[in-house]
Each structure stands twice: as C-alpha cells, then as structure tokens.
C-alpha cells in the first residue's frame, strides 16, 4: 500500500504492468477492508496510515471509520500524507462513539460542526498533529470528554488557546510547536501537569488559573528565551518569581492571590501590569526599569504605615515609567500620611502621565488627593482622576517653563 503509482506511459510496457498490478492489490485491499469494517465482529484497536491520501478515497474512508465506530473500536488513530494539498474533513460520525477510549489524528480537518452532539464520555486520551482546527472545536471536544486523561497537541493551526472546564480526571497536557501565542485557561479544583518544553518558537504565554509553583514557572521561562509576553492570571501557587530575560517585554501579574515578592532582570520589559491586594515587593536585578506603561490595581483591606511605606517602595521601581495608572478603591488609599512622608522620597519623579482610578467612591476631597498626588509625582504632564463610573473624568494638565535669570521660579 506504501507503493506509488509509476508514471502511466502507454509505450513502456515495463511501467504500463508495474502500474496495473499496484492498482489490483489496492483494490483488492480496499475491498478486504470493505468486508472487514462492514462485519458485525467487535473491535479494540484499529491504526489506519494512508501515504497517498486524494478526495478520491474520501467516502471510503468514511465508510472504514463509520464501521469501526459499529463495531465498538476502543483505540483509533489515523495518519494522512496528503497529495496536492487534499486534505480529509474528519467526520462527525465518529465523535459520538460512547466506547472510544484513544484517539490519534495526523494531518486531518476538524471543525465545530464535527462536535455537534458529539459525546465521548469513555474517551481518555487525544493526540492530535499536523491538524487543522479551530479555538470552537476544541473547546466542544473537550466538554465531550468528562473522562478525559492525556492530551497532546502538536503543529496544529488555528489553536490559539486551550480552555480546561472542570475535566477532573485530566493528568496531562503536552503542547509541541504551537503558534507564536498561546493561552492556556485552566477552571476548577484539579489542574493537569502541563508541558510546553517543545514550544521553541513560543513568543506570548497566557496562562490562566494553572497550579503551577515557582518551579515550575522557572522551567518554562528556561524553556523559553525568546518569550517576549508573559500573562499570568489565578495563579494560586506562585509566591517568589525570578524573572531573567533579556526579550521580555510585556509582563502580567492578575490576581495571583499568594505572590508576594518578584525578581526580574528585564531590560527590556515596555510594559507591566499587576492586580492584588497588597503592594508587591518588587526587586530590579538588573538597570533600572524604563517602562512605557504600568498599571497597578490594589485591593486592601488594611491600610497603616507599614501598607503605605510599602506601596511607596513598589512604586519607586516604577519611578521612570512614562504612563502609569493607579486603581485603588476608595481616596484614603492614595492619602499618604503626612508622617510617612516626612520619612520618604516622592517615588514617582519621572513620570509623565498619571492616571488615577477609585473603584468605590466619588472624588469627595479633591485638594488632599491631588496634594497627595503631586506628592507622588512631583513632575508630571498630566494626572487623571476617576471616580466611579458614574463621576465626571478630572484632568489636569501641566506645563513648565526655565526661570529666567534674576527673576524666582515659576510654578506649574
């Protein structure tokens, strides 16, 4: 069957028999497993590989497939090399099997439309290559497989992301050679171990809701030197992060409920974003940040002199960011007592632009929260001031002039 068909050439006999012959025992084959498929016997496992795969063969092979799924096959996989591009649309017929157990696809076709009412309640294990598939597709096939154990994907276009929705039994997931993003959403109690070591080409990682620990974050940032985007949200189970990475540039802490401290040496690092409770304790190994954005989000829910000499720490790390925004929940979180003033340096001195956000109040005392402010940020073109959703957008903008000789100083 791995034999191909010579070049049909009517004056060489030699070639015109060879060709003959190939033609008979394909058929002769195709016609055993005609018979073979279409019988009522059961069946565990079956491994189809078709090297010479044409549009030709395509109702056949539905046909092969559509049998063994009647006969109870428990273990499938089917392998294609197309020819001139053909490529086999994987039919629906088989995502309703309710014995299927493992299922191996090489260089297929899947769409949604092949998982509508689809149900594999016994299948335990997906490996998918060289496929071509959507975001929808997979996030139906999963939700068909409550039993689900191991998956594995690999080189398989049009997956941009992986969504995990309560698949408790799953233990594994292996990702090889994805696109230059990936986001990875994991929901529930029980997470799988997840591998992405072979994803050399990886650029954006977006990881939502994983176990991971400090090491295993350490693997994957050692796996991946040109990682240039790093998205972690609900991540339970980092505490202490150490970031080196001379491609960094974009870096996402969201409510990550247990971190505590975060080590980078990130040269280039543009922008970055974080979410939690309390301020971070934010160590620069390397030269100091020149971020183009920041935005911090605090949510506290004790507000004293150690809080606020902390939030003053954080944000001097900060110092030389061109845009940062600074969503706190109520004025008193950016009030800085006179007497940890007394004690501190403004932090923000080379800001530019600084955006302010209060989640649950009104701007109410605007002459302390802007002296606080200016505090902060003694130098900046412009502060913006939010309130709730309902309040007005306040904006001050400011210019600055050289004095001249022999006259005072000018203000702002």
Known sequence: MNEQLPNCDDKDDAHKAKREKILRVRTSFYAFLDRALGSCMGMDKLNIYIPGFDLELKSRLDGWLAGAVRRGVKELGLQIHSRRDARYNFPKSVLVSGVLQKLKLVSCELSSSCMVDGQLPCLREIRLEYVNADDAFMVNLLA??????????????????????????????FLSTVGEKWKYVSYGEYDPEFDFGACKKLKLLDL???????????????????????????????????????????????????LQKVRIDTPNLKSFFYNGEDPLTFVCKGPTLKLKNASISLKPDYRGQVWFNGLLKFLAKLRCTENLSLEVAYEKDLIIPESVRMNCRPPLYAVKHLDVAFRLSRLKHPVQVIESLLWLAPRPEAISICGTEFSALKKLEFTYEKPLRGKKKCGC
């Open 144 to 173: 068909s497989c409550p039993n689900l154990e191991k998956l594995s994907l690999k080189d398989c276009d049009g997956l941009t992301r992986l969504e995990i929705f309560s698949l408790s039994k799953l233990e594994k997931v």
């Open 208 to 258: 939502h809701g994983p176990q991971l620990d400090d090491d295993d974050l350490d693997d994957i940032l050692n796996n991946h030197p040109i990682l240039e985007g790093l998205v972690l949200n609900y991540c339970p189970n980092v505490y202490h992060v150490d970031i080196s990475s001379q491609n960094l540039v974009d870096l996402v802490f969201g409510d990550c409920r247990d």
